[in-house]
């Protein structure tokens, strides 16, 4: 039951940071280097909540942290080494 909780919140979190549709507006002007745009703080904001998402499910599932590499990825290689798993 957690699982499909926490599978929802990562999905809704995906769906809410996804680009929205493209229109016939004209090109933005490129940001100046060095300068933070709004899409890195929405890449940062889903990258951290998807590492607390993954470390959560392992915490309750293991009782364990996520290795270095799982933390990298984003949480992604958690949850590929969790759906290879044979049960």
Known sequence: MLKNKLT???VAVSIGLAPV???AQRAP?????????AGHVYG???CVIS???????KGN???KE?????ALT???LYWVREANKRR
């Open 74 to 76: 984003c949480g992604l």
């Open 29 to 37: 002007v490129p940001v100046p280097a060095g300068s933070v745009g």
């Open 44 to 46: 940062l904001v889903g």
């Open 66 to 70: 996520l290795t270095t590499d799982e």
């Open 51 to 57: 590492i607390m998402i993954a470390a959560t499910d």
């Open 21 to 23: 549709a493209a229109s």
């Open 8 to 10: 929802a919140i990562a």
């Open 61 to 63: 599932k293991y009782k």
